[in-house]
């Protein structure tokens, strides 16, 4: 077959010959180990489809909790913060309030001052008054004074007044002022202690605020952390299952491939069994046929380096025949795109995308090229024209070539005409060189040409 054609055929099947090809190297490559008895598991699609679902179905679970835990994270950080805050402004409560009783320390200690000082003014004051009464000076106002339970009753009488004016009372004013003072730092010490009370008060509740929602933080974290943990374990379980069913996959194609690529082999083997009893059955009727004195038959047995390529001029139906065995001198040979010549089987420049590079062999009009021992163009199309003569069906000569389009437009193939409506070809990637009924070649049969015609 032309490469042009078998480049529209093949390449889309590269990956499901492969196996073929390889089994039909068995002459030169070790035989296969023996399949196992049973099957490996083969999981449908169906199954592999719903693992990878759940996987990813558990993949965006663990994602989401990952996020939840990082934003209680933050939540945390922040809650500490505050907590810390809390703390701080606790600490400084208690600071002033220190600075507060330290104060109120110093206020007692100034009341206290003040208070002896009254008590002393008032001693000084009696003592005045007991000394003026001894000396008889002392009047009705400076008696009343001298027995009044509370001197500043009588502030407001004028009597007072003229007693201030006559006897300078230094000691009422002292007694007063001091008594004042008193009652103001008491008042002033209450109240900041009161103050830092409450202070200290409401930062600690702040503080305990903090404290237990950090606590309730931690615990959810807790919470999601588990969840995450028991998640990812799901998706480990997940992820081990999708593998498991991944690898009984590969391992029942590579188990279904082998299995095919051993029936190559053994169908390739079972070709070449019935091509060799068939050749040793029409050798041993052409020799019945010389022992007997008759003429004709198909072809002569191939011999072990194959008949020499017609030579001469015009054709002769000895040359068609000699063409004829010589190509089927070839039966069993590898198809190699674009190769073999008149020389024989080469790797066609290692073209072929399913054999080995070095792999040697023939295409189709390769195989028409040593067939006939020619130099024509190694094209299937161009050998539509080595002859001049087109037979039709039923006028085929061994050693005619017959052309075919594949249902195309343009010839693709070429097989050699070897008698008993059999044909002798090189079919496909692959494919051996093997013989075939000429009306089962494939569609679009074109016409034939009987070369050097």
Known sequence: MHVSRIVGRRIAAFAATAATTLSLFAAVAPAAHALPSVPPPNPSDKQISAAAQHKTALANQVGVLGGQIAQAQAALVQLEAKRQLAEQKVAYAITELHKAQAAAKKARARVKAATDSAVAAHTKFVQYLQASYMDGGVSGT????????????????????????????????????????????????????????????????????????????????????????TSQVRLDAAASELATLNNQKAAYNAYAAEKRRLALIAAAKAER??????????????????????????????????????????????????????????????????????????????????????????DCSGLVLYA??????????????????????????????????????????????????????????????????????????????????
């Open 142 to 229: 400076e008696g009343s004074l001298l027995t009044a339970s509370d001197p500043n009753a009588l502030l407001s009488q004028g009597a007072l007044a003229q007693y201030q004016a006559e006897n300078k009372i230094d000691a009422i004013g002292t007694m007063q002022r001091a008594s004042v003072v008193k009652s103001n730092s008491e008042a002033e010490a209450r109240r900041a202690v009161q103050d830092l009370d409450k202070r200290a008060n409401a930062a600690k509740a702040a503080e305990n605020a903090a404290a237990d929602a950090l606590a309730a933080e931690k615990v959810q974290k807790a919470t999601l952390q588990s969840t995450l943990q």
């Open 273 to 362: 069994e019935r091509l060799a009893r068939i050749a040793a059955q029409q050798a041993a009727a052409r020799r019945q046929q010389q022992h007997s004195g008759g003429g004709g038959g198909t072809f002569s047995p191939p011999p072990s380096s194959g008949p020499s390529a017609p030579s001469g001029g015009n054709w002769t139906e000895p040359k068609g025949k000699q063409a004829a065995n010589r190509a089927l001198s070839r039966l069993g040979d590898l198809y190699i795109w674009a190769a073999g010549s008149r020389y024989g089987p080469d790797d066609g420049g290692c073209t072929d995308p399913i054999a080995p590079c070095g792999t040697v062999g023939f």
């Open 372 to 453: 006939w021992g020619a130099s024509w163009a190694h094209f299937a199309a161009s050998q539509y024209y080595v002859g001049s003569y087109h037979p039709s069906p039923g006028s085929f000569k061994e050693g005619d070539l017959l052309f075919w389009t594949g249902g195309g437009s343009e010839i693709s193939h070429v097989a050699i005409y070897i008698g008993h409506g059999n044909v002798v070809q090189a079919p496909q990637s692959g494919d051996v060189v093997k013989v075939t009924p000429w009306n089962q070649v494939e569609s679009g049969y074109y016409g034939a040409t009987r070369p050097l015609t």
